[in-house]
């Protein structure tokens, strides 16, 4: 599947306070395939991972105006556009921000994380497996198709 979207991963707060405006939840639930690429500008999908809290926005409308948290990595895959990239705020303070776009390296800001050495790029440029090995290096968050995501609604 090509990855159209983004995520807020939150650690040790409540991610969903993070965004403006509040959202409510629906009541319904979604598979990780639906929250991680079913296409809606009005609704957003969220999980608990461990420690880590996941908020996956389809329409990467929100997740990149929300307020600063203390620990967290937004991602951001778009197949379409050929571009995917992370943010990475570890205490309150902006580590690391990468993005490519059609392969070529847009935005840097910070030092590379130890382990970015070690992951694989294709020769076409980073994708959704690179962004996927730094979305596990950073949170312990590994893609499962079969978890189940609360669907919140914007009003």
């Not at 807020?8 to 979604?30: N, R, Y």
């Not at 990780?32 to 991972?49: I, K, L, M, P």
């Not at 994708?127 to 914007?154: C, K, M, P, R």
């Amino acid at each position: 599947m090509g990855w159209n979207t983004s995520a807020l991963f939150v650690k040790g707060e409540d991610g969903l306070a993070l965004l403006e405006p509040h959202a409510t939840a629906t009541g319904q639930a979604v598979s990780g395939d639906v929250a991680t690429s079913r296409f809606s500008n009005n609704v957003f999908y969220v999980a608990q991972s461990g420690q880590w809290q996941q908020i996956w926005d389809p329409s990467a409308a929100h997740v990149f105006n929300a307020k600063p948290g203390k620990d967290t990595l937004t991602a951001v895959f778009s197949s379409v556009t050929s571009t995917y990239g992370f943010i990475l705020i570890e205490g309150g303070k902006l580590t690391r921000q990468v993005v490519f776009t059609d392969g070529e390296l847009t935005i840097d800001e910070g030092l590379p994380l130890v382990f970015e050495a070690t992951i694989p790029l294709p020769s076409w440029g980073p994708d959704e497996d690179w962004l996927w090995a730094i979305i596990e290096h950073v949170t312990g968050v590994t893609f499962d198709v079969d978890q189940s995501y609360a669907v919140y609604a914007y009003p």
